[in-house]
Structures are given as structure tokens and as C-alpha cells.
């Protein structure tokens, strides 16, 4: 499908208000097409998307690195209520996913509501007419409601390496990927060893003279159980929805039955390790290798991956693992931690996100003034994963507490799109802005910290960007299973909030 263009914009300075609606939803990745598909088809509420890149589609469309494809399976990794019959594989490819969402844009008429190349640069809730106020790089945005879609996968983290601006080559970021640059017969770095780093890795390896891959701490692999789709098997999903949506049904409590691990029960742990081990006996033959891809933390402490071709990329003679850790960078490449030089003409940085300190955070202001990244400043702080006290009429999708261990995000948005369209929903029919209390907001997290114990995330030893840093708090994942989070907050209850405005403040539970 061709690039999606930004609807035609007048030239604005940052004060012309370019939308007035009842929802402002910032993001046009799953979460952003998720909650704007739902409004649309509802036809009650006027909304408006922006987005600060020139297209749609999120992660999906940042992520455009050699391999890069999905490790959850499509028929779960895509929305409920646009199942598609034509996925390739079991595990979508990036072009494939992209174009599913850029259809379900184009498709479900969001298109017209969207602004491109719109940055928010800052959202103030405006106490006295009751609304956000959003000033992005095009021009102001006004809305009753404003629902966040940025996703915590968004901004990449760029590694803190000394001397990294003296270096001379090429270098970016797996996210930012520089499709300009030829890599054809170059020395090639890779920093990172997470689920980028194994799919970019073997691609490299068939490209380059030398490829240097830079390890922190080894993750756990097992194999990717992938194969295409038949076109039998495409024509019956087609003309037999029912059988697809058994599939989709048996991958979910798949996806399920994997939760136990996270809870670190015993059997479900040894099962999982001894797949991990056997795969790497299997693939790599040398012990000094072997050992050092042996993780040295409690499996699924950090995401466990899925490769057929990773280990093999690194039993190619050309292909170095480089485990001493990285000193310094020069002018001409890198040297590691004990003493040895190596020289680059590429550095890729496959070093993750700003997940723990959401960037978005720092742009938008409640009540008060009060920052959302000072709110947040030792790990996200919700009710119902989804809004926050002292930010009234704020929704945040794919924030704090909605990120998971085993399964598919896109459930947990649409749980979420189902919840906030009730809060907007529950907003407009009262003319009123809402806003969980303190108290609310007190317990939900009481009571995530209270389910995080005992879980892998928080064993000894297991250090991820799961959780804040300074709290210690598990405040990227939800700790449960995913129907469970479905169950408790997939649909709005407006028990926990205050209704606010006029000088009045009432529970919004009794306004039912
Ligand atoms: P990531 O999981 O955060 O991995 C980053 C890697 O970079 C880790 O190996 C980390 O080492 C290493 N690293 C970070 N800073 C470093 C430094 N200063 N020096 C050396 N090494 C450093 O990032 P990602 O691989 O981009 O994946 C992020 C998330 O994206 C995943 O968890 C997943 O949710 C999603 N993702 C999904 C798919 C998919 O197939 N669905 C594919 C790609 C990504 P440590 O482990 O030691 O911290």
C-alpha cells in the first residue's frame, strides 16, 4: 500500500486551532486505530488523530530494520474486529502488519480525523473551560478528552557509550533504521542482544565482512515455530471466518497457559528452560560460545525470545560475540572492555526504548500545572492502567501496567478502547469532566505491587527495563494474565472517579 499522505492543512503558526472535538487521541498505532476505529464506527463523539510522523502506524512503521517481524502470531497480534484471512505466515512480517494498519486507517474512514507530522509539544487541561488544550508542531489542538496512544516502544534509548559522537562511521538506531547506508561487504557493529538485536543479526550476517555483536546479558531463545500459510488454509479462513477465530481463540490461552512461568511456578519454568537449553545445544557446537549465551538470570525476567537463525548467525566465522562489554568508542570503531580494538564501518544501536521515563509524560500538564512525568517520577501511576488522578479527562493506552510477558498488547488495547470510549461516552452524556481519586489510584497500585511479588520480573537478579528504576516498581507490565486485566478493566465503571467542574466536585459513582 502506498505512503499515507497528511490531509491537506492550512500553513499554521502554532496558535491556529486546527480541531475542537469532544476527543483528542495522540498516536495512529494500534492503540490510536483502536480507540479512533471504535469512535468512528460508533458516529456519537468528534474526534481528531495526531500523529508526528508523515504516516500511520506506530512501531509498525518506525520498525522497518532488515527482519524485522512480529514474535506473536498475527491471527492474535491484529484486531478482533478486523480479522484478516491473508497473513503470510504465523508470524507477520513488518510490510504486512504495516499495511494492516495503514488499511485499517484508510479503510474504517480515519483518514479525514488525522493530522500528520503533528507533534504534541505539550497538552495543559485548562481548569477554566474545562478541556485540553494541545499545541502541537502544526498548529492547536482543543478536546474534552484527550487519550494518549504514543505507546512505550515509541522513542528509541540511545545508549550512554563514551566517545560515541567521536565515531566516524555510520550510526543509528534499529528503530531509525538509515536505509542509505549500503552494508554490503562492511564492518558491522550490533549493540544489544534483545528481540530487535535477533532478527537484524542473522540478516547482517549474510551482509557483512565482519559483524560484531555486542552482548549484555544473554537472552533465553527458543525455537520460532513458523511456516506459511497455505492458500487452502487462507480460501478456508476466508469463506469459513469461524475457523480463524478458532485459531485466534487457541493461540490466546496458548498465549495463556505461558503465564505460570511468569509466576515462576517451578514446573512451568524447567519446562521452558530445558527448551531454551536444548535449542542452544542443538545450534551451537562450541562450549566456550554456548556458555556465553547461557543467560544468567531467571527465565522471562526479561522478554524470551524466538529465533531459528540467530545462533547459527553467530557460529559464522566472520561473526564475533563480543561479551567483555563495551569501553569506549573511538573514531574508528570500539574498544571492549578487555583491551581488544575492533573496527567499524557501521554501528547499529539495537538498545530498546524510553519505557520507563515515557517521554510523552513530560509534555502534558494537569490540574495544578502538575507534570505527568513528575506524577510519574518513580514508576506510572493509574487507575485501570488507563487514568491517572489529578489529570482530569486524560486516558493514556499503552502506558503504565498494560505491557505484558506472554501475549498480545493488541488485547490489552482493545480492552482499552472499550474502557475509554465508555469514559467518553459517560463524559459527554454529563457535560462534565471526570477524574480518578486519589484513594482509586492508591489501591490500583497497591494492589499491582501486591500481584507483582513473587513474579519472575521481580526475582533476584533480574534487572529490566520492566521496572522504574528508582521505585524498583513493576510499572511497565501488567502482572496478571491478559483476560484477567479484560475482566477487571475492560470496561469503564465510573465508580473510582470524582465528577469535577463548576465549583462542584461529586463521586461519580453515585451519578450513575
Ligand atoms: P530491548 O528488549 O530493550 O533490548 C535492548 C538490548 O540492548 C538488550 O540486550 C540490552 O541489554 C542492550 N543494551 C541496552 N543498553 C545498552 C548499553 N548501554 N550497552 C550495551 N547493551 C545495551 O529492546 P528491543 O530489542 O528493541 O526490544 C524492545 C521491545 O520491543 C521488546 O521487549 C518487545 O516488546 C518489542 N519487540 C517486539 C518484537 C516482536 O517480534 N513482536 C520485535 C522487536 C521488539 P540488557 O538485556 O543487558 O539490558
Known sequence: MSTIVSPPVPAAGNETVLSDTDVLIVGTGFSGLAIGTRLARQGRHSFALVDRASSVGGTWR?????????????????????????????????????????????????????????????????????????????????????VTACGHLSDPAIPDLEGLDTFTGEIFHSARWNHDVDLVGKRIGVVGTGASAIQIVPELADLAESLTVFQRSAPYIVPRKDRAYSEAEKTMFGRLPETAQQLRAGLFWDSEARFPQRLGVPAFLAQMKKAARDHLAAQVADADLRDRLTPAYELGCKRILLSNTYYPALTQPHVRLETSGIARMTETGVVARDGSEIALDVLVVATGFEATDLPFAHRIRGRDGRLLSDHWAEGGRTVASTSVAGFPNLFVMQGPNTGLGAGSIVYIIESQAEYVSGAVDFIVDRESAIEPTVEAEDAYVADLDLRSQGTVWLSEGCRSWYRHPVSGRLSALWPDYMHRYRAENGAFDPAPYEILGSGRTVAAGQAR
Open 62 to 146: 518506525d520498525n522497518t530494520y532488515p527482519g524485522a517481524a512480529c514474535d506473536i502470531p498475527s491471527h492474535l497480534y491484529s484486531f478482533s474486529f478486523r480479522p484478516s484471512t491473508s497473513w503470510s505466515h504465523v508470524y507477520g512480517r513488518q510490510p504486512q502488519i504495516l499495511d494492516y494498519l495503514e488499511r485499517t486507517a484508510v479503510e474504517e474512514g480515519l483518514l479525514p480525523h488525522t493530522f500528520l507530522d503533528s507533534e504534541m509539544l505539550d497538552a495543559v487541561w485548562d481548569e477554566q473551560a474545562q478541556r485540553w488544550d494541545v499545541r502541537t508542531s502544526r498548529g492547536r489542538h482543543l478536546a474534552t478528552t484527550l
